[in-house]
T-cell receptor
Framework: RKEVEQDPGPFNVPEGATVAFNCTYS??????FFWYRQDCRKEPKLLMS???SGNEDGRFTAQLNRASQYISLLIRDSKLSDSATYLC?????????FGTGTRLTVIP | GAVVSQHPSWVICKSGTSVKIECRSL??????MFWYRQFPKQSLMLMAT?????????EQGVEKDKFLINHASLTLSTLTVTSAHPEDSSFYIC???????????FGPGTRLTVL
């Protein structure tokens, strides 16, 4: 079983839509969780960490459900510039495991 | 955020040659750095964990004799792809967490094309 499972999409949504991505993880001992954004042919850039109580940064909301072992990212009022691949990251013993990434395309 | 650099950003080489990729943490020290590989339209796959002052730890299926890692200092790790073949063509990315931080910062990546 993979450390992290993520729906690869693609998600094609109109501007202004709300879209949500989920990742499930297998290691219940994982402590840190992240969402990264990766643009085509670029390195991933940290979008936000995911905290137990959930956290929000502008139009982006991240949540963690330890009981069900998943994290989520909600994007409200989608912009064209949100088009990218979103990767979840979950720490293991000494490293960070990534999901396959979910490709989002926001359509005018 | 912290800055990680990689050099070169892209390289084209002939089959059978070796290629060295450098990863540097510019404004922090990193006792551990990570090397990933990403094939087109696929996720990042962890190759190995580079440890300053000790041997690297390789993930299952990654040949340590083919992908040589040297963590020369607290700010530099190198990955050498030895006897490169076309199937080694990929996007190689390093990352490093500042000491005491669980957050990883990525280098800009190195695109390797083996002819």
């Amino acid at each position: 079983r993979k450390e992290v499972e993520q729906d690869p999409g693609p998600f094609n949504v109109p501007e202004g839509a709300t879209v949500a991505f989920n990742c499930t993880y297998s290691n219940s001992a994982s402590q840190s969780f992240f969402w990264y954004r990766q643009d085509c042919r670029k390195e991933p850039k940290l979008l936000m960490s995911v905290y137990s109580s959930g956290n929000e940064d502008g139009r982006f909301t991240a949540q963690l459900n330890r009981a069900s072992q998943y994290i989520s990212l909600l994007i409200r009022d989608s912009k064209l510039s949100d088009s990218a691949t979103y990767l979840c990251g979950v720490t293991g013993a000494n490293n960070l495991f990534f999901g396959t990434g979910t490709r989002l395309t926001v359509i005018p | 955020g912290a800055v990680v650099s990689q050099h070169p950003s892209w390289v084209i080489c002939k089959s059978g040659t070796s290629v060295k990729i450098e990863c540097r943490s510019l404004d922090f020290q990193a006792t551990t750095m990570f090397w990933y590989r990403q094939f087109p339209k696929q996720s990042l796959m962890l190759m190995a964990t580079s440890n300053e002052g000790s041997k690297a730890t390789y993930e299952q299926g990654v040949e340590k004799d083919k992908f040589l890692i040297n963590h020369a200092s607290l700010t530099l790790s190198t990955l050498t792809v030895t006897s490169a073949h076309p199937e080694d063509s990929s996007f190689y990315i390093c990352s490093a967490p500042p000491s005491g931080s669980g957050t990883q910062y990525f280098g800009p990546g190195t695109r390797l094309t083996v002819l």
